[in-house]
């Protein structure tokens, strides 16, 4: 059985169960450099078990929708985010959890300027670029121990704009 997912705009409210949208929307909390830069000020709810947070840089190969989506990943000692290096727009997938599986995934196209973090322990599609060069900073967990978990699915699910 084929399943087909329809991307949809990533916004505050549908990505809220996954976590967070960082973005510069609406007035800045505050004001600083002179009250030439606005703050968006901690976005993110970060969240590690143990170990520390740490920046990398990720250099993806881009995908072309539609695209299959094959497997899904979890975190469970920290949240992770992907902040794009680029203007372009990238693929973002989240499930439910259905107990020690991904259910009901979900795929959300990003705007220019959006970037995300997934909450501690959340079902989610592997880093996703849709234009080159694929260049993101993750923020997420540098810490001894296994922080992974992969699902293969058995069901074909399409992901289609
Ligand atoms: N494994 C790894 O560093 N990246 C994945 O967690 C991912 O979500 O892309
Ligand atoms: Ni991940």
């Not at 970060?46 to 539609?66: K, M, N, V």
């Not at 973002?92 to 107990?99: Q, W």
């Not at 995934?105 to 060069?133: D, E, K, M, S, Y």
Request: glycine share 10%; charged share 20%.
């Amino acid at each position: 059985m084929t399943v087909r997912i329809r991307t949809q705009p990533l916004t505050d409210e549908a990505f809220a169960p996954y976590g967070d949208v960082l973005e510069a929307r609406g007035a800045p909390d505050k004001l600083i450099n002179q009250g030439r830069c606005g703050r968006f000020h901690d976005r993110a709810q970060l969240d590690f078990s143990d170990g520390r947070a740490g920046i990398s840089i990720f250099q993806g190969e881009t995908e072309t929708l539609p695209l299959a989506l094959k497997m899904m990943e979890r975190h469970p000692e920290g949240s992770q985010a992907f902040i794009p290096m680029s203007g372009d727009p990238f693929l973002v997938v989240v499930a439910r959890d259905a107990g020690v599986r991904p259910a009901d995934p979900l795929a959300f196209l990003t705007q220019p300027g959006q970037a995300i973090n997934f909450h501690r322990g959340i079902w989610h599609g592997v880093l996703t670029p849709l234009a080159a060069p694929g260049l993101f900073a993750v923020v997420d967990r540098i810490g001894a121990g296994a922080n992974l978990e992969e699902h293969w699915f058995e069901t074909e699910f399409i992901i289609e704009e």
